[in-house]
């Protein structure tokens, strides 16, 4: 007989896009993060549209429930995710999570990059987030850390983030 399933689960997410010169300049795309769309002069290369904070987030939520990346379930091979909103990466993510029987106990996740400052929009972006996630936003978490001028994140030729989740067993009405 299989144990039964925990009463939570951890997931933790990474990723990293080089900066690099938004077009005609440069390969770089529109700055975005979160979702949520921030003037600068430098763009991340990515397939999609590289928003490194809803990638990380979703690899976090595919992680907890111990599924395939978000590169194995959206490669970089497909044509149909060439610049595609990452909101879908997160919506399909979030499925999983119904699906299962788990919810989003929270999220904390860390923004490193040299600019644009997240800072000022930083409220923003939490309640962007906790709309994209279905969850109030005192359950988002969003910090932004420089790189202290150290390597490709820290001469702002690169975004890096991390971002961990905790899901919930939903409980069962039956049971209480």
Not at 29 to 44: C, I, N, T, Y
Not at 160 to 165: C, I, P
């Amino acid at each position: 007989m299989p144990k039964p399933s925990p009463p939570f689960r951890i997931g933790h997410g990474y990723d990293l896009h080089r900066l690099e010169p938004i077009a005609p300049d440069g390969p770089g795309r529109r700055f975005v993060l979160g979702g949520l769309a921030f003037e600068h002069d430098r763009g991340p290369v990515g397939h999609s549209d590289g928003a490194a904070l809803l990638h990380a987030i979703t690899d976090a939520l595919l992680g907890a429930l111990g599924e395939e990346d978000i590169g194995q379930l959206f490669p970089d091979t497909d044509p149909a995710h060439d610049g595609a909103d990452s909101a879908i990466f997160i919506d399909a993510a979030r499925r999983r999570v119904d699906e299962a029987g788990f919810e989003i106990g929270n999220l904390d996740a860390t923004v490193i990059l040299e600019r644009p400052k997240i800072g000022p929009r930083k409220q923003e972006l939490r309640l962007h987030l906790a709309n994209l996630l279905g969850v109030d936003s005192d359950r988002v978490n969003l910090k932004g850390k420089t790189h202290e001028k150290v390597d490709a994140v820290g001469e702002g030729r690169a975004i890096e983030v991390h971002a961990v989740v905790l899901l919930l067993r939903r409980e069962d009405p039956a049971t209480g």
